[in-house]
Nanobody
Framework: QVLLVESGGGSVQSGGSLTLSCQAS????????MGWFRQAPGKQREGVAA???????SAAESVKGRFTISRDGAKNTLSLQMNSLEPEDTAVYYC??????????????????WGQGTQLTVSS
């Protein structure tokens, strides 16, 4: 079992920056790929960025060049540094983890463990 707890959400003005964090606690399983997903009001959940155990990353086109995903394997933490935030980035952000990792994918079906989410609101 893996328990994921996100933190760092909040309100920020357009153009601002914010960093989300996720603390993972694992019980008897390994953690493979990890990722960030988001769900805006009235929209489906979408993949934002993902990272493999060695550090290979992938990101949605909408956030490339603005968001950076990183992880600390020793501390079991995942971070998402978000710059140049836009109102369209407003959403609940979820941390996700898989027990394996071939390639950091942005598909929800590849992740078995999910956090409760943290709200990000970007005002214009």
């Amino acid at each position: 079992q893996v328990l994921l707890v996100e933190s760092g959400g909040g309100s920020v003005q357009s153009g601002g920056s914010l960093t989300l964090s996720c603390q993972a606690s694992r019980y008897g399983v390994d953690i493979g790929c990890m990722g960030w997903f988001r769900q805006a009001p009235g929209k489906q959940r979408e993949g934002v960025a993902a990272i493999s155990t060695p550090g290979t990353t992938s990101a949605a086109e909408s956030v490339k060049g603005r968001f950076t995903i990183s992880r600390d394997g020793a501390k079991n933490t995942l971070s998402l540094q978000m710059n140049s935030l836009e109102p369209e980035d407003t959403a609940v952000y979820y941390c996700a983890a898989a027990s394996y990792c071939f390639h950091p994918k942005l598909s929800q079906v590849d992740y078995a463990y999910w956090g409760q989410g943290t709200q990000l609101t970007v005002s214009s």
